[in-house]
């Protein structure tokens, strides 16, 4: 059975930082590209961030560029989010997702093989 549980989430204050965590299991994570998502309430999922199956490239919506970086260890199936300069608008439930096909992975209309449930992130004004 695959599972990917996302970690790290709180509360913060603006300006603030986190680090989230995806870890996976079940599957054979070098051979899988991983993304990071996020949902505000009462807004549509969005892409935030991804990283390719062997971690030597990375995607970024243009909201989060410069602030937020990721990472994977694919020694540990897990992979990162670190994200600094929080603002209240990145409050959201935060989902990693894993997919085969990086082009479908980044693509919110594109197939994901696999989802985490989510953490909650929230950053105070």
């Known amino acids: 059975q695959v599972r990917l549980v996302e970690s790290g989430g709180g509360l913060v204050q603006a300006g603030g930082s986190l680090r989230l965590s995806c870890a996976a299991s079940g599957l054979t994570f070098s051979n899988y590209h991983l993304a990071w998502f996020r949902q505000a309430s009462g807004k549509a999922r969005e892409f935030v961030a991804a990283?390719?199956?062997?971690?030597?490239?990375?995607d970024y919506a243009d909201s989060v560029k410069g602030r937020f970086t990721g990472s994977r260890d694919n020694a540990k199936n897990t992979i990162y989010l670190e994200m600094n300069s929080l603002k209240p608008e990145d409050t959201a439930v935060y989902y990693c997702?894993?997919?085969?096909?990086?082009?479908?992975?980044?693509?919110?209309?594109?197939?994901?093989?696999?989802w985490g449930q989510g953490t909650q992130v929230t950053v105070s004004s």
């Open positions: 997702a894993a997919a085969r096909i990086y082009s479908a992975l980044v693509s919110l209309q594109g197939r994901k093989d696999y």
């Open positions: 990283i390719n199956a062997l971690g030597g490239y990375t």
